[in-house]
């Protein structure tokens, strides 16, 4: 199912006029395996009744990032952009869409890597967005967790996931991803957040679309129960 291109950058893949949409933050790579991730979304679910909006970014190191950071990997320092892009999204890109496939759209923040950081900073900063799913996080990033100790207030669903082998590196600040995740975890805990942290197999590179697709399953299932018994799901008509 290709995606359609809509307001110049988005790209949507699926069902636009359905209520549930999956937004995620995308560089040129995630968007080759949107597709993918649809049909695994769709097979978790058991529904196709939703939409995926994949948002590619201009500058993944500074559009992502929530402050000025040095190179961590590379010669690429990481900029500020995040509240400008969270602003862009909720403020510009979301009413947008609105306009063209229908308004009262439900919307769930999915990410990977530095986007699955971005996903994390937006759930301290908006309320647009029904759950977050941040898949292998950089929550290694310099002053995060701290930052998220001040900011985050766990009132909507997050699902965090990490590769088993990512905290196997010899970058020394990437190496604290492990123990960064499990930080994060314990938090959203403490502030009684409905979270979970799944461990899968393998390294950063492995399987982002089925992984990121397990995180969104988790928020919509997570949503879900929380919902009358018996009342439809992912149809519009939503619980108390």
Known sequence: MPGITAEGRALL???????????????????????????????CLGTDQFCIMAYPVRDWFSDL?????????????????????????VGTVLPAMEKNWGHDKQY????????????LYAACHSEAFRGYAAVSPSVWFP?????????????????????????RTKNPVMSQVGDAIE???????ERGCACTLEWNV???????????????AWILHTLQAGFLPGQPFLNGEHGA
């Not at 985050?152 to 088993?164: E, H, I, R």
Request: proline content about 6%; charged content about 20%.
């Open 13 to 43: 893949f699926g069902r636009p006029e359905a209520d549930w949409w999956m937004v995620q933050m995308a560089d040129e790579h995630d968007v080759t395996l949107m597709e993918s991730e649809y049909a695994h979304l769709s097979q």
């Open 65 to 89: 990032s929530p402050w000025d950071a040095p190179p961590v990997f590379g010669k690429t320092p990481f900029g500020h952009g995040a509240q400008a892009s969270l602003e862009e999204l």
């Open 108 to 119: 769930v923040l999915c990410g990977y890597s530095l986007a699955g950081l971005f996903a």
């Open 143 to 167: 002053g995060w967790i701290a930052y998220a100790r001040e900011h985050m207030t766990g009132s909507k669903p997050v699902y965090l996931s990490l590769g088993d082998k990512e905290p």
């Open 183 to 189: 930080a994060q975890y314990r938090l959203l805990k």
């Open 202 to 216: 393998g390294n950063h590179f492995v399987d982002a679309d089925i992984r990121c697709a397990k995180g969104l």
